[in-house]
């Protein structure tokens, strides 16, 4: 039946023949020609049917949680890509399987309780203990057929699971910065079992204070897509997990100096940044959080192009650096360079003066490529170089918030100090408490042998032949 009568609305139109001259009026009633038939057929469906600028905006405003959400969850594909070409072929297997298996794992727990943790009845520090989250009572009902309770539900300016969905992705890559920093060695269910307790509790209490409208926010810290909140809650994370599980065997010689671990798959790694740096438009457009006014929409582009500006400036920052601080120009350094990029600007992207995102994303390519650096002298194997590029990079770029932004300096810094001092502290007694319990770490024999052999029994590259490495103990 609908398709009959819009079948019969387009013949009408294309016999009317719409002259580009036609006065309003006409236009008017060609287009209710069209629109009517279409109404009626809803209305006799039981199906609300409405155009009210309130209803556009909710409808637009749910869209975009919805597009821009997707778009977050596919920078989980790109952080695979990232991390199984960076680590040795004999390990690419496992790389995958703990990537779907995060993502997996923080979509449950989220939904579980972090979602309530992090947003509903904050109370400073956290938010309800209830369990599990759902639509509202008047979106349930207006699902059955009763409109009685539309106008509740478009207060409310999106749909209720439009904001978990787009709210769920965040935390997933989250996690992921730890996937990449503790590659190669570390076991994978009590991977899992941080990853659960970072999802479920860790990153939602961190949001509870920030985003959730807690004590944080209400100090005046500003982050506008998370620098700190996401990036630098994983990098802390990371690190802990790093000191606690300690390096690779044979990363760092007797003399101290660290043994070169090149990408097995440079191609791969390339394509992987590339897809979070598409993916990154979501993650920092999206964080508008509406897409109902001409307002949203500018203040939208300008965020798209000073994150695509500040990426760029990464890239060429850390490609003019790494000879002078890494002996040689550094494919891998370099691609890090647009990940810090991207994660300095995340905290104010919404700034209106572009050149300050050249600025912010170059000093982030800087920070990110010293930071490698760093970790090599003190010993702290990163295998993907995720502690520079999200925690280094994130702390600074919150910190521009004050020079570009009108952001309060003593308020950042204690946003800053207080996740740092929580999410360290917290990650590194469940990583200590871990090993102490399951082990944290495979054996050596697995870890030479790889991790798809030695716990998946699979191999990504089966046609391979796995030469057995030299290693110099530290």
Not at 102 to 107: F, H, P, R, W
Not at 276 to 281: D, E, K, P, Q, T
Request: with cysteine.
């Amino acid at each position: 039946m609908l398709h009959s009568l819009v079948t019969r609305s387009n013949h009408a139109l294309r016999a009317l023949a719409w002259p580009r001259s036609s006065p309003r009026r006409a236009r008017l009633l060609l287009l209710a020609a069209a629109v009517v038939p279409v109404g009626v057929f809803f209305g006799h469906t039981g199906v609300a049917f409405a155009s009210s600028d309130e209803e556009l905006r909710f409808v637009f405003n749910t869209f975009s949680f919805l597009l821009w959400g997707a778009m977050v969850m596919w920078m989980c594909a790109g952080f695979t890509m990232l991390e199984s070409g960076s680590v040795r072929t004999k390990n690419a297997s496992m790389i995958c399987l703990k990537n779907i298996g995060l993502y997996s794992i923080a979509g449950l727990a989220y939904f579980i309780i972090g979602y309530n943790l992090m947003y509903v009845d904050v109370q400073g520090i956290v938010g309800s203990f209830r369990l599990l989250y759902g639509s509202s009572p008047e979106e349930l009902a207006l699902l059955g057929g009763d409109a009685s309770g539309l106008g509740t539900v478009l207060e409310s300016g999106h749909s209720t699971m439009s904001d978990w969905f787009f709210q769920m992705v965040f935390v997933a890559t989250t996690a992921s910065i730890v996937s990449g920093t503790l590659a190669e060695r570390v076991k994978m269910w009590p991977f899992f079992l941080f990853t659960l307790l970072l999802t479920a509790f860790i990153y939602p209490i961190v949001g509870a204070w920030t985003w959730g409208g807690g004590w944080l926010d209400k100090l005046g810290f500003e982050d506008f897509a998370g620098s700190t909140i996401v990036h630098s809650t994983g990098g802390w994370a990371a690190l802990a997990g790093a000191i606690v599980v300690g390096p690779r065997l044979g990363k760092f010689r007797r003399d101290g100096k660290s043994n070169p671990s090149p990408p097995s798959n440079v191609v791969a790694v390339t394509l992987g940044v590339f897809i979070l740096w598409f993916g990154w438009f979501g993650f920092n457009g999206g964080s508008q959080l509406a897409l109902g006014s001409a307002l949203d929409v500018v203040a939208m582009a300008n965020v798209l192009v000073n994150t695509n500006l500040a990426a760029a400036a990464g890239v060429i920052a850390a490609l003019v650096l790494s000879r002078m601080v890494l002996g040689r120009i550094d494919l891998t350094a370099v691609l890090n360079g647009a990940i810090a990029g991207l994660v300095s600007i995340t905290a104010g992207p919404d700034i209106t003066e572009h050149y300050w995102a050249i600025i912010i994303g170059a000093i982030g390519g800087v920070i990110c490529t010293g930071g490698i650096k760093l970790l090599e002298m003190l010993k702290v194997d990163d295998v993907v170089g995720a502690i520079p590029a999200h925690l280094f990079a994130g702390i600074w770029g919150t910190l521009a918030v004050c020079i570009v932004a009108d952001g309060d300096i003593l308020a950042q810094l204690a946003g800053i100090g207080a996740v740092g001092a929580f999410v360290f502290t917290v990650s590194f007694a469940l990583w200590k408490g871990i090993d102490l319990t399951l082990g944290a770490r495979v054996p050596a024999d697995v870890e030479r042998l790889g991790q798809d052999a030695g716990e998946l029994g699979i191999e990504a590259y089966p046609e391979f032949v796995l030469m057995p490495e030299q290693y110099e103990e530290s």
